[in-house]
């Protein structure tokens, strides 16, 4: 057995053995974040235990369809603190948040993540880097633990599988992934639903930020390059907030003919939060360090200070550079 | 044997037993139609056969990463004729436009689709409407070859069970969908750079008309309908045309709160096209017929004389009708 078999063994004799657990997962939970929270709370409700899951948050409204959200309690409410947690899709233990004061001092941790950045902060520690979500690992766990990939467990865990693989199209669509996806639609789910809240639902206001943040598109290095612009004027324009630009910088990559794409976003009078995507060739996170920022080889980020054009012109130029070495 | 069962035993005969194959597919090809008849032409190829595939069109510029598809020839510039042909993913022979010509009077015909509305216009016919791509039947045919969905007949065959399936999105989705994606991710396939190119690219000016589209979207029916509207200005004005305007619609469907998402396109001087999509409830299908159009319960569309404004006036009217009967 590797090291790895013996660690899911291990977190289903956690779950077996112990009732009465705290379910918990990071802030600004995302689709797995709340599919594999909720998916292993539906599969040990399943197993006849006792189950709370807190959040310091209000759950966004685009999970709003996942089977059991309504249950998630906010820490602030809760009354007294539990023995026994689990953590999922939460690299470290302050990203749990507040919601991490509702276990006791002396409480048994399993942490259940796939960020291979985990630094191993529960009891016991189930990190399987080679998943492409944290809603994949729950599905091992559910087959060792002989619960089916069905109803409202395959509802949730299927959200995660969707979204961390950005709707089975990056890279990290494994066949695994997909053949989990698979069993699920056997037993019964319906995938349209699930993609239309989980991806494509957006509000009014993002289209409003979206028609104008597209109107001020620009090209750069010979077509090879296209970035888009927020100002701190456009979001108050819009009603919008830093969280409704996220998929703006893919529209500039998705352009024909573009390798790099960015997203350049006013934060202050004097700092510029600078997002930037390739298509297949291009390292951006070497962009992104440059600047003292990171990532990984098409998604990656840096904040430069100084005004906006400024900063443009200056990592438009690095971007050019980079683009012509090839 | 099944009667199904018999047509791809049938159909697997012909391609083992002849020879100096015509492909075919239909005008404007979408990515199931290329998908389809060139991972045809890699299977006969490796199983050492002469392919030719004629197309009265140029290739769309979207599909240019497809192997083979720089061999796809004008029938213009053919000479000759061919005594076998396969048609891939078309459901009657007109559709087929002029590279239909250079079939011999007297040629066999291979038929293969997956449309239900197929006329069955082959020597053979392979009509399985029970799949959700023609891609899905070649991938069939090809297990009863013993050819492998490996290298580039695999990228082929991948891009039309991507694409005809909204990116894995529709219900149309199935197990053995996900199931044959899984083979070939298996075998080495790698699926982010065929979802960037299928479905994720656009142009600058579909951008240009996305963004002006945006900026007209419309709510109705306390927010439960919206509608965008596309006037032959718009198109004149960004350079597009009206392939460029497909996408528009979903857009409106997308927003939250929104059950029926329309486009409006103007025509001519007096006639209006009118694209409907629906979430969850509504059949549009029942609407569009209202128009003497047609379509599906989810997608649906229809062609209405009269000016711009007043078509959606009488659209619009019959949509919050519709939404509030529930």
Same mark, same amino acid.
């Given at each position: 057995?590797?090291?790895?078999?013996?660690?899911?063994?291990?977190?289903?004799?956690?779950?077996?053995? @112990?009732?009465? *657990?705290?379910?918990?997962?990071?802030?600004?939970?995302?689709?797995?974040?709340?599919?594999?929270?909720?998916?292993?709370?539906?599969?040990? &409700?399943?197993?006849?235990?006792?189950?709370?899951?807190?959040?310091?948050?209000?759950?966004?409204?685009?999970?709003?369809?996942?089977?059991?959200?309504?249950?998630?309690?906010? $820490?602030?409410?809760?009354?007294?603190?539990?023995?026994?947690?689990?953590?999922?899709?939460?690299?470290?233990?302050?990203?749990?948040?507040?919601?991490?004061?509702?276990?006791?001092?002396?409480?048994?941790?399993?942490?259940?993540?796939?960020?291979?950045?985990?630094?191993? %902060?529960?009891?016991?520690?189930?990190?399987?880097?080679?998943? =492409?979500?944290?809603?994949?690992?729950?599905?091992?766990?559910?087959?060792?633990?002989?619960?089916?990939?069905?109803?409202?467990?395959?509802?949730?865990?299927?959200?995660?599988? %969707?979204?961390?693989?950005?709707? *089975?199209?990056?890279? @990290?669509?494994?066949?695994?992934?997909?053949?989990?996806?698979?069993?699920?639609?056997?037993?019964?789910?319906?995938?349209?639903?699930?993609?239309?809240?989980?991806?494509?639902? $957006?509000?009014?206001?993002?289209?409003?930020?979206? =028609?104008?943040?597209?109107?001020?598109?620009?090209?750069?290095?010979?077509?090879?390059?296209?970035?888009?612009?927020?100002?701190?004027?456009?979001?108050?324009?819009?009603?919008?907030? $830093?969280?409704?630009? &996220?998929?703006?910088?893919?529209?500039?990559?998705?352009?024909?003919?573009?390798?790099?794409?960015?997203?350049?976003?006013?934060?202050?009078?004097?700092?510029?939060?600078? =997002?930037?995507? =390739?298509?297949?060739?291009?390292?951006?996170?070497?962009?992104?360090?440059? %600047?003292?920022?990171?990532?990984?080889?098409?998604?990656?980020?840096?904040?430069?200070?100084?005004?906006?054009? &400024?900063?443009?012109?200056?990592?438009?130029?690095? $971007?050019?550079?980079?683009?012509?070495?090839?």
């Amino acid at each position: 057995m590797t090291e790895l078999e013996e660690a899911y063994r291990r977190a289903a004799a956690f779950l077996r053995e @112990n009732d009465g *657990f705290l379910l918990l997962t990071h802030v600004h939970p995302d689709g797995d974040a709340l599919g594999s929270v909720l998916g292993m709370a539906s599969i040990l &409700q399943k197993m006849g235990k006792r189950v709370v899951i807190a959040h310091e948050e209000e759950m966004p409204e685009r999970f709003a369809y996942l089977p059991g959200i309504d249950r998630v309690v906010r $820490v602030s409410e809760l009354t007294g603190r539990f023995a026994v947690g689990i953590s999922l899709d939460c690299a470290d233990r302050r990203r749990l948040g507040r919601a991490a004061e509702a276990l006791m001092p002396e409480a048994r941790l399993l942490n259940i993540d796939h960020h291979a950045t985990n630094d191993r %902060f529960g009891a016991e520690n189930l990190v399987d880097s080679g998943a =492409s979500a944290t809603c994949q690992i729950v599905c091992r766990l559910a087959g060792l633990l002989e619960i089916p990939l069905r109803g409202d467990t395959a509802v949730c865990l299927y959200t995660g599988l %969707f979204t961390d693989t950005g709707g *089975f199209r990056y890279g @990290n669509t494994t066949a695994d992934v997909l053949r989990l996806a698979a069993e699920m639609i056997d037993g019964g789910l319906d995938p349209y639903p699930i993609a239309l809240q989980a991806v494509e639902t $957006v509000t009014e206001k993002q289209l409003r930020l979206l =028609s104008a943040a597209l109107a001020g598109l620009r090209t750069a290095a010979e077509g090879r390059a296209a970035y888009i612009t927020v100002t701190r004027n456009l979001l108050e324009e819009t009603g919008t907030t $830093v969280e409704d630009t &996220q998929e703006l910088v893919n529209y500039a990559r998705n352009l024909a003919g573009v390798e790099v794409g960015l997203m350049f976003r006013e934060e202050g009078e004097n700092e510029v939060k600078v =997002s930037l995507r =390739s298509k297949h060739r291009v390292d951006v996170s070497g962009i992104a360090a440059q %600047f003292g920022g990171g990532g990984h080889p098409r998604a990656a980020g840096c904040t430069v200070e100084g005004p906006l054009r &400024q900063v443009i012109d200056r990592v438009m130029g690095v $971007v050019a550079a980079r683009i012509g070495r090839g």
